[in-house]
Antibody, heavy 122, light 111 residues
């Protein structure tokens, strides 16, 4: 079965850090670009970050640039999101998502995890 | 970074067709064929319905189709069914500093 499983969410204070993880299975992980997308409570979807299949190309939303770092370990079929200097507005359900396109990105996410909740509050 | 513009809500009766619009600019929707559509039921992860403007992933019903004209992309659902009631989001590549931008979402109600 093709699936993504996120972990690492929780309650953290403003200014602190969290590291999210996402493990893929059922597909050749290192063939695909990966993304993080978040959903704040009662809000819509917000694209957060992208990493290419090799890790050589990375992009961030302006809202997290300079604070979040995306990375991947293809040997472990794993995607990460290091979240520093957390703000209350980072409170959201964070999904990792696989791009549909082999070796490229289309911003088309055909496989999603179940999400991991991050709550930033004092 | 402004989201793409979608109608907040739409409704239709079973069997009808409805079209959800996603309006951007020449920097995003109008300039590239990298528009995707997602269906999201409450409490569930989004599901990819259309990518590259008009391509349907395997397993998605043929009742769902996508198109684009100028700066507006559209998702059309024909033969509305009760299970189509959900939130729908578009996303497009953009040349702005945030490379991917979602629409605000459309809540579809099947009457």
């Amino acid at each position: 079965e093709v699936q993504l499983v996120e972990s690492g969410g929780g309650l953290e204070q403003p200014g602190r850090s969290l590291r999210l993880s996402c493990v893929g299975s059922g597909f050749t992980f290192d063939d695909y670009a990966m993304h993080w997308v978040r959903e704040a409570p009662g809000k819509g979807l917000e694209w957060v970050s992208f990493i290419s299949w090799t890790g050589g190309s990375i992009a961030y939303a302006d809202s997290v640039k300079g604070r979040f770092t995306i990375s991947r370990d293809n040997a472990k079929n794993s995607l990460y999101l290091q979240m520093n200097s957390l703000r209350t507005e980072d409170t959201a359900l964070y999904y990792c998502a696989k791009d549909i396109k082999l070796g490229a990105t289309r911003g088309a996410f055909d496989i999603w995890g179940q999400g991991t909740m991050v709550t930033v509050s004092s | 970074q402004s989201a793409l513009t979608q109608p907040a809500s739409l409704s239709g009766s079973p069997g009808q067709s409805i079209t959800i619009s996603c309006t951007g600019t020449s920097s995003d929707v109008g300039g590239y064929n990298y528009v995707s559509w997602y269906q999201q039921h409450p409490g569930k992860a989004p599901k990819l319905m259309i990518y590259d403007v008009s391509h349907r992933p395997s397993g998605v019903s043929h009742r769902f189709s996508g198109s684009k004209s100028g700066n507006t992309a559209s998702l059309t659902i024909s033969g509305l069914q009760a299970e189509d009631e959900a939130n729908y989001f578009c996303i497009s590549y953009t040349t702005n500093s945030t490379p991917w931008v979602f629409g605000g979402g459309t809540k579809l109600t099947v009457l």
